[in-house]
């Protein structure tokens, strides 16, 4: 499994990965690090969007960094790659956490938000897929209510990983349906309960409110539910992923982060200043659009195929 | 992040006040200013270089206008740069052609391409005149097509039926004959979302265009998407030929630094952008506030012209005397109200002023809008033309015929009232300091009586929290005292001062 986490995400990192070499590349020859090659790892971290704040601490990292000149009397790229990935690491790998992890209440109810597109649905159908094949029973509640056709896609979903799925009347109350999902699974005795609810902007208060809402009905039924309430960002995602997580978790108090669409262009790098940031645990990165494209996440792979080295 | 931009860069400049051309170290150090915010911003690295040239060019040698700070006259030229990178004008659709006008929507997943199918169906009907079928290609997204055709039969218009097993291209091949045949002016083609490096779907997706000969080809992209944005955009227009671009959830928080790279890099225009979630959320591209909003730093110089645009000489001159003999009723403050409304209503002020974006969240936090604004016009139309002149009249029962007549609360008209007498003090103060007021008693006079529209009690904004606001903000409104002298010292909203005109 790790291997093939690390096969997809290496070749959606593909494409940053190897501008990152590239810039490292202008080291050639050279026995010191000079301001040139600097300038050149400090815009390849922006360009994988760690944000200028966390680009320039690493770079600075690699400035003070002595690197051992052998017998070729140069710098050797490798090496400079090798304290890239290992600074990110460090970052990332305090947010390592398995998103199966702590799952000690029957039913659980694992919570999914973020803003509209981000893969909230899509990203629902795959953890149940998850769970079906950890012999879990899962119920998906459509708590997406306002989106038009939102239900038929989870139901979609439901019919491909067999579980059941709970929904409301179009544009009725999202939280109602939560409800009555984690309601039903309790009397059924299913064993997860996965909350798809509607993509909403941070900005929008009283959408916000409305998740704050929906969390405390279910508390209602459970003082611990829901038990996991997990953002869901979209890979593709700059600066702006900061202002999303402070706002989702002021709303419903985040366990943990997904991001999604990592097999496209688009890098995640905001990932690591997230995780610096907010200490948020980082669950898992959605790479396609199959049944299994959602691998947990792994620390070092990450950081090792954003600064392209091979596992 | 950046809204402090403004502050910064007065920083940079403190002390060049005296001297008479901007220096290319001064440029140099300012620059940088603007480079971290555009990079906070999103935009995309490369574009962020090209612009700081070409900013650098004009800025270096500039002379120092006396009316403004260096640091303003920087951002000057930055946002004008901004606006020419971003076109500086508004791009219409290209759709008279013969019908019918085929428009194809491509994008990466979740950026927003049904949901703008369906809005654009309904601009295109409404707006325009025109009778549009939707149709969608994506056959691979669950419940997609679902999607598009609730959307089309909200907006009602045509959606092409599903028959399934087709493959995209056949389904387009079917939606032209369709149209052919029902005589639609306008198709709307609504794709899976695909990564560029998607070999696979990028082929089919040319194979829809080559069938299709679409007379505008948009591509569909997430306001709030990172450096990748360029990426795609790039790998898009490479790939098919793009016409122009809709930036969706530009209602989010997001800088949308992305636009600027779109633009840049495609060389296509932005043509809508999404600003809600209803299907009537779609609004024609406006480059200039783009480039207040990527810089969070208001444009003090276009409320200033806006101001003047505005506000009639005469009336200025007559708001002037009034204020000086220290009489101020209720058509004063009609007039006023007014006067806020025609430049933009509050919200467009406040997003004309720089580091106020603070401010702005929380006055939303406040439920402080246009609409208590609205409410307190409603509230004095309700009076008689005696009431409207002198107050005092308004006794408990004329109060409650005013808020029956305005479907306001009692409690409504007397908060309007006690605002009304507030503000007659503080012009009447200003009148004898001879207007050099400022926005700052402005401000606090605002808050003193605006009304909630939301909950009864305590929801006035009051005078106490607006200064707390004020020094919340600290430093972030560095250039109030020049702004307020700009407006002839009169604050807003009476703007009873007559603006001078901008000076270059």
């Known amino acids: ?311 | 992040m950046f809204e402090n931009l403004t502050d910064k860069l007065g920083n940079v400049f403190k002390g060049l006040t005296k001297r008479g051309a901007l220096s290319e170290k001064d440029v140099d150090e300012a620059l940088r200013e603007v480079r971290s915010a555009l990079l906070e911003a999103d935009v995309a690295l490369s574009v962020v270089k090209e612009f700081i040239d070409k900013v650098r060019v004009r800025a270096v040698g500039e002379e120092v206008l006396r009316s403004v700070t260096p640091g303003q006259q920087v951002i000057k030229i930055v946002n004008d740069v901004l606006i020419e990178v971003l076109g500086s004008n508004e791009a219409e659709l290209l759709i008279d052609h013969t019908p019918p006008a085929i428009i194809l929507l491509v994008g990466l997943q979740g950026s927003g391409k049904t949901t703008t199918a369906g809005k654009l169906a309904l601009h295109l009907k409404n707006k325009k005149r025109k009778k549009v079928m939707l149709a969608s290609l994506d056959i691979y997204r669950p419940a997609a097509r679902e999607q598009l055709r609730i959307l089309g039969e909200q907006a009602e218009v045509s959606v092409l039926p599903e028959i399934d097993g087709e493959s995209p291209e056949q389904i387009a091949k079917r939606a032209m004959a369709a149209s052919k045949v029902q005589a639609i002016d306008v198709l709307i083609l609504d794709t899976a979302g695909r990564t560029t490096l998607d070999t696979a779907m990028m082929s089919e997706a040319k194979e829809v265009f080559k069938i299709s000969k679409p007379s505008e080809t948009l591509l569909v992209a997430d306001a709030m998407t990172g450096q990748d944005a360029v990426q795609t955009a790039k790998s898009f227009s490479e790939l098919i030929k793009i016409s122009g671009v809709v930036l969706t959830r530009s209602d989010g928080d997001a800088r949308g630094g992305a636009a600027l790279s779109m633009r840049s890099v495609t060389g296509c225009p932005i043509k809508f952008v999404g600003v809600s979630e209803k299907l009537d959320g779609l609004e024609p591209f406006h480059p200039d506030r783009a480039a207040g909003r990527i810089l969070d730093m208001g444009d003090v110089v276009s409320l200033v012209e806006k101001a003047a645009e505005t506000i009639a000489e005469e009336d200025a001159a007559h708001m002037m005397k009034r204020m000086s003999q220290g009489s101020f009723d209720m058509n004063d403050m009609l007039k006023q109200i007014g006067q806020l409304k025609k430049m933009g209503g509050l919200g467009g002020i406040m997003s004309m002023l720089p580091g106020i974006g603070k401010l702005q969240k929380q006055m939303a936090a406040n439920n402080f809008n246009d609409k208590a604004i609205s409410k307190q016009e409603a509230i004095i139309y309700s009076m008689t033309k005696k009431e409207r002149v002198n107050v005092a009249l308004l006794n408990a029962s004329r109060r409650k015929r005013i808020a029956a007549g305005s479907g306001t609360a009692v409690s409504d008209v007397n908060r309007l009232v006690k605002q009304q007498q507030d503000m007659a003090r503080m012009m009447k103060k200003m009148g004898k300091m001879g207007g050099l007021g400022g926005l700052k008693n402005m401000m606090s006079s605002l808050g003193g009586g605006m009304p909630n529209p939301g909950e009864g009690q305590n929801s006035a904004l009051d005078p106490s929290k607006i200064a707390e606001l004020q020094k919340m903000m600290g430093g972030n409104m560095p250039n109030l005292g020049n702004m307020a002298n700009r407006f002839g010292g009169m604050g807003l909203p009476g703007l009873g001062g007559k603006p001078s005109k901008k000076r270059r």
């Not at chain 1, 990192?13 to 202008?26: D, F, W």
């Not at chain 1, 969007?49 to 690493?58: C, F, K, T, W």
């Not at chain 1, 509640?141 to 009347?169: C, H, I, M, P, Y």
Request: glycine fraction near 8%; aromatic fraction near 4%.
């Open chain 1, 1 to 311: 499994m790790a291997l093939n986490w690390f096969k997809k995400l290496k070749s959606g990192l593909s494409k940053s990965a190897s501008k990152v070499e590239g810039a490292i590349a202008s080291i050639t020859g050279k026995k010191t690090v000079d301001q040139e090659t600097l300038d050149n790892i400090e815009e390849q971290l922006i360009l994988a969007d760690l944000g200028i704040e966390v680009a320039a601490r690493i770079t600075k990292k690699i400035k003070d960094q002595k690197f051992e000149i052998k017998d070729k009397k140069e710098i050797n790229q490798l090496d400079i790659s090798t304290t890239l990935a290992s600074e990110i690491e460090q970052i990332l790998i305090p947010c390592e956490k398995n998103l199966y992890e702590d799952i000690s209440s029957s039913p659980h109810v694992l919570f999914l938000a973020g803003v509209n597109g981000s893969g909230k649905t899509t990203t629902a159908g795959k953890i149940a897929e998850q769970f079906r094949l950890q012999n879990k029973s899962v119920i998906l509640a459509a708590s997406d209510t306002f989106r038009a056709a939102a239900v038929e896609q989870l139901k979609t979903w439901g019919n491909r990983v067999g579980a059941e799925v709970v929904f409301g009347t179009d544009g009725g109350d999202s939280a109602a349906v939560a409800y009555k999902a984690f309601q039903l699974a309790k009397d059924k005795g299913v064993d997860i309960v996965i909350i798809d609810t509607a993509g909403r902007l941070q900005n929008k208060k009283d959408l916000m409110e409305e998740l704050t809402k929906t969390c405390r009905v279910l508390s209602k039924l459970d003082p611990n539910a829901p038990h996991q309430k997990v953002v869901v960002l979209d890979g593709t995602v700059g600066q702006n992923a900061h202002s999303q997580l402070k706002s989702f978790d002021e709303a419903i108090g985040l366990t943990g982060m997904i991001i999604t669409k990592l097999d496209g262009s688009a890098k995640g790098g905001v990932v690591v200043s997230l995780a610096e940031k907010f200490k948020i645990p980082i669950h898992a990165v959605g790479v396609g659009e199959g049944l299994d494209d959602l691998q947990s996440f792994e620390a070092v792979s990450f950081s090792k195929a954003l600064v392209g080295l091979d596992d």
